[in-house]
Structures are given as structure tokens and as C-alpha cells.
């Protein structure tokens, strides 16, 4: 009798939808394998085994939609009837986020492939773009500039992105960039935390260093606020809200110093 990684054979029973929701089912706890808890992906199991997925069904198809999901409202930023570019689309969390919300167009934009949900990837409305490395993107290839462009990029920092995400950006266009400290912060420093970024220093900056950044493109920063479900391992994360044709719309320092402290009660609490 053939056994299968668990993580494989979620899908393979149609309890996940990808790899990548299948490892976040798994890592939550919310899988049982004859009645107890299943904590690894690679655990191996067989055909016969009994195996439920206990997670209430989710409104999107990745935390990454919750996540955008309060950021758009946050920012009051309507994707309704726009056309937005999802950079590091992986699962579609975003994507599925802005096409919930009336999003006219979606270009998802990912290095990997075979990630997107199939449910996301069949939407008329979806224009995907895999094994693409957005610095070498053009806007011809997605049809012309955006009326939003949204970012979740992992293990590359932002700032060798940026540019290209502002030139992404129509000329009254959003930039809404997740801003995870753990792949800003530098190989080394992450790796003698084991990954998980505690100091409110760092954070602090890691937004000065993006925001710096920010201000050398065309956009300019319009509001900042912290991520409502955190990242892999519990990190801290960070919404930045960035808008084209205009300067910075807030006291950029003030408001980085802001969420900061906010971010330190939240992880005292």
C-alpha cells in the first residue's frame, strides 16, 4: 500500500486546494490523522488512514486575503472596477481579496509556479504571469499601468523591487506593500533570531529604510498600520500604503514611530 507525504495526500483527497494551503492547514493544527493532531507535512500516511481537515471554510484562500482584506479598508482603497497587478501572488490570498471586492483585471505575478488556487486561477478576470520575475516585468506585458498594485514578497527584500512596483502604478495608482522585517532585516540578523524578529528596533528600521525608498520613486507614502494576523513563526508584519503623483500624504516619521509603539503593545499583550 502506497504511502504519500500528508501534505500530498490532502490534496490528492481534495482537502486542500495547493501545497502551500495544504503546510498551512497542517502547521494551524487542523488536521487529524486518526483522530490526533498532524503537526508535520512530510509525516507519511497511508490510503486507509482517516485524515479531516477541522478548519471552518475561510472567505479567502489564503490568510493573505484577511490580511489585505483590513488593509484596503484601513486605507480606504476600493478595488472596484480597477485593474491591479498582485506581485508574489503565490496561493491568490490577494488576488482573491481585490476580485471579492470588484477588481476589474488581476495580474498575478509570481517567480514560482503551480501555487495559485485552481478556484483563482479559473477566474476570467485572472491574467497569470508564473516563473516571472517582476524586475523584468514591462507594462506592456500586463497590459499598461495599474490602478493598484499589491505586493507579499518572501525571502527578497522590497527594496530591490520598489522601482519597478511604483512604475507598475498608473499616475493616481496604490501601492499597498506587505513589509515583512524577517526578509528586510538582512540574512544574518534574521538568522540569529531564528528567523523571528522581536526588536521593535528593527522594525523601526526596516520602515525608515522602505519609506527612504519610497521617496525616491514617484510615490509618496500615505499611511502605515500594522499587519492583523501575523507571519510565519509569529512575526511582526507591516502594511505601507503608498500612492502616486503626490509627496508623502502623512509625517512619515511620526507615523513609523507610531505603529512601532503599537506593535510593541501588541506583542507585551
Known sequence: MTRR?????????????????????????????????????ARMVAPSDPVVVTASRRKF??????????????????PRGKRVVDVGASTGGFSDCVM????????AIDVGYGQLDQQIRNDP??????????????LSDIGGPADLVVADLSFISLRTVLPRLAAL??????????????????????????????NPDVWLRVLEEI???????????????????RGVGGNTEFFMHSQAGAGDAIQVTDAINKVV????????S
Open 5 to 41: 507525504r500528508l501534505d500530498t495526500e490532502l490534496m490528492r483527497r481534495d482537502l486542500a486546494s495547493t501545497p502551500g494551503r495544504a503546510r498551512e492547514l497542517i502547521q494551524a493544527g487542523q488536521v487529524l490523522v486518526g483522530g490526533a493532531v498532524a503537526s508535520k507535512p
Open 61 to 78: 484562500v489564503s490568510r493573505g486575503g484577511d490580511k489585505l482584506d483590513a488593509a484596503l479598508t484601513n486605507f480606504r482603497v476600493d
Open 100 to 107: 471579492q471586492r470588484g477588481a476589474r483585471e488581476v495580474a
Open 125 to 138: 478576470r485572472m491574467n497569470v504571469f508564473e516563473r516571472t520575475n517582476v524586475r523584468y516585468l514591462k
Open 169 to 198: 502604478c498608473g499616475d493616481n495608482g496604490d501601492l499597498l506593500m506587505l513589509v515583512k522585517p524577517q526578509f528586510e532585516a538582512g540574512r544574518v540578523e534574521a538568522a540569529r533570531v531564528q528567523g523571528i524578529i522581536r
Open 211 to 229: 519609506s527612504e525608498c519610497v521617496s525616491e520613486t514617484c510615490l509618496g507614502v500615505a499611511g502605515l498600520m500594522i499587519s492583523p494576523l
Open 261 to 268: 509603539d503599537e506593535a510593541k503593545g501588541e506583542a507585551m
